[in-house]
């Protein structure tokens, strides 16, 4: 379930730089052949936090189709029509490998207009297809008793379509508010987006957890069917008058600097010894938390009994429980502990919350059901750690380059989270007979590399990597190759 972070969290989205709107005349403004330095031009205005909340409603729909794939689909394809773990791992995590296309729709978005708006169009056709993909992906599990091999194509084409959209969608809402909060209420803006889309997880939680207490296939194919009208009535809500209409393309003015590439980027990083430390730190962690992403509700189902209705009210605890590691760790401990030490403690809370998971069959489901809370105070601390962390980890002369390091470290290792929890859990179950023993095996992989994770923090030096300075060195390789 943790995976929703790197869905929202579009940081090389984040770094954009917008020039405040001058107030000369559309004469004075200059042509992108005569713009220098500059990169934007006249982007946005500045807007008050009704209307930034009006943006975030663009959250509900991200919250209403995570719960229904990732907390519903799921357990459903595993459970209830025994496809293998591995396979649904592998469709979850599909959209990560199309993340490549964030920077690209994101310039795309920068430097071109769609009657007149940057974003908005953008933003309704990725919502769009993100919902078909939606929609595809429950009637293919429909086919699949009848036509395994057809049923399957369906799904994976469901899921391309939906990585397509929620790929598209998390890019441009991060930089629509990057252009309507400015600059110095961006933080701000996006801390706001993140508790909407966490509350709106616990919300839909619920009202799917209702809806589907007499489970059956037709109930399930119809709360698709809302919950794919609700995303997209959502969004149309979160767009109307909430983006500057451009009156002429000129207004946008682009730099004559070429960016360094991003090859040339990730190489020249990671000779940073401590970039690459903290590269590896996150890419384990990312692994290690959200490896139970799609067995967890799966376990509850075979271990528990748990119903489809009991197995969604999972996510509910597992929000609150992030929700509260937030607020508590974000608000008031992590200026007093520290950024390691908080990120300690979120390793140390995820990992006692997977042993919990383990043990919880021998004692009732109401530990397992407190584990799964500990996970999200686990998560939450880490949240708040890693990404303070990752603050002092980025230098502001290239902040994209390099916060886009850090997301690519999230995508890459979402994908292998959700492919080798469930194949752990596959191959364990194949060799042992158990399902227990399956489960338990990936639950206990993942505690310890927890601790993997934890060792490499320790011999992380933030002040080394200021001190080398691997800005200077990007600036450095920029200039070669112009």
Known sequence: MSQLESRTLAPENLTT????????SSANVK?????????????SRVIPLPRVLQICLLQ?????????????LNRVMIVEYQIDAWIVGVLIGLHNLMAGIRPVIGYYSDTHLFFGYRRTPHIIVGNLIMVLGVLLSVHGLMLVKGNYAMGITLIVIAFTLYGLGINITGTMFYALLADSAGEKHKAKAVTVGWFVL???????????????????????????????????????????????????????????????????????????????????FMFITVVAIQGQDVILEPFGAEIFGMSVSETAKLTQLWGMGTMLGI??????FVNRIGKKRTTYLGCVLSAIGFLLVCVSPAVDVGLFKTAVVLLGLGNGALTVGT???MMDMTTKENAGVFMGTWGAAQAL?????????????????WLSSSHYIGYATAFTIEMILL????????????????KRRPAEVLTQVVGRED
């Open 17 to 24: 730089t917008v020039k405040a709107a001058t107030h000369e």
């Open 31 to 43: 042509s992108p052949e005569s713009a220098g330095e500059f990169e934007i031009v006249e982007l």
């Open 60 to 72: 509900f729909s991200t919250a209403i189709v995570f719960v229904l794939l990732n907390s519903t």
């Open 198 to 280: 966490i509350f709106g997880v616990i919300l839909v939680s619920g009202m799917v957890s209702n809806y589907l207490k007499d489970f059956s296939d037709e109930r399930l194919v119809s709360l698709f069917w809302i919950g794919g009208s609700f995303a997209i009535l959502f969004t149309w809500l979160a767009m109307l008058g909430t983006e500057k209409r451009f009156a002429k393309a000129h207004e946008i003015v682009l730099s004559k600097k070429d960016d360094v590439s991003f090859k040339v980027a990730i190489k020249t990083l990671l000779a940073n010894k401590t970039v690459y430390e903290f590269f590896l």
């Open 327 to 332: 607020l508590t760790l974000g608000l008031f």
């Open 387 to 389: 990404l303070t962390i």
């Open 413 to 429: 290792a979402n994908f292998v989270a959700n492919t080798t929890g469930g194949a752990i859990r596959d191959v364990s179950l």
């Open 451 to 466: 601790f993997v994770a934890v060792a490499i923090l320790r011999v992380i030096d933030i002040t080394e990597f200021q």
